[in-house]
């Protein structure tokens, strides 16, 4: 491999490590603190700009190797239809297995960085919860719950009667209607028997 591959596959294992790191089943404190690194380093510019640099390069060697594997590709489809194809040189396989290992390095490079983004992102969210649960909990064990959560429990309370009503009428009304229905039903079917006697 080249210089400029070698770096990549580098890459490819650094990301295979944050990622690795990211989704371990660590302690809270632990995971926090990873987060919170993870998102001050996304907030520094010179973060941003080595990443987005970064990202730009590995595209475009990523094009460039789709491009030669398209260049480097045996033409099996230029024969006339009474001759067959003669089988690719091992150079031409070279090529091509160039071509292919660059094609899924590169790729494979940025479709982690995407990964690790998503992933920062979703143990960011993991990490509010957690604190909000434990805030929660504190409260609950500290003596019960503040007065503010009491009467939004009571609030709560009030409003999961009133739902409840409503489904009780709501449920009368189901009867009702279906009781009218099935009587209406009846009377059609003995309207139109007395119209085919006719």
């Given amino acids: 491999m080249s210089i400029q591959m070698n770096l990549v596959f580098l890459i490819l294992i650094g990301e295979l490590a944050i990622l690795a790191v990211l989704v371990a089943p660590l302690p809270q404190v632990v995971r926090s603190k990873i987060v919170d ?14 990443s987005v640099f970064s990202s730009a390069l590995i595209g475009l060697m990523f094009l460039d190797s789709v491009h030669k594997l ?3 590709a045996p033409p099996a489809l230029n024969h006339p239809l009474g001759t067959v194809a003669p089988p690719p040189t091992s150079e031409q396989l070279v090529r091509v297995f160039y071509a292919q290992r660059n094609m899924y390095l590169t790729g494979a490079v940025l479709f982690f960085g995407m ?5 920062v992102t979703i143990l960011k969210q993991l990490v509010r919860a957690q604190k909000r649960l434990a805030a929660v909990k504190g409260d609950s064990s500290e003596g019960g719950a503040s007065e503010g959560s009491l009467q939004e429990i009571d ?13 009780n009428t709501l449920k009368k009304q189901v009867d009702g ?6 009587d209406l039903a009846d009377t059609v079917t003995v309207n139109s028997g007395d119209k085919k006697s006719d």
């Fill in 70 to 72: 398209a260049r480097a």
């Fill in 155 to 167: 609030n709560l309370k009030k409003d999961l009667n009133k739902k409840e009503m409503d489904v």
């Fill in 37 to 50: 690194l993870a998102t001050f380093a996304m907030r520094q510019v010179h973060c941003q700009v080595i």
């Fill in 115 to 119: 990964a690790i983004g998503t992933v």
């Fill in 177 to 182: 209607l279906g009781r009218a229905f099935d």
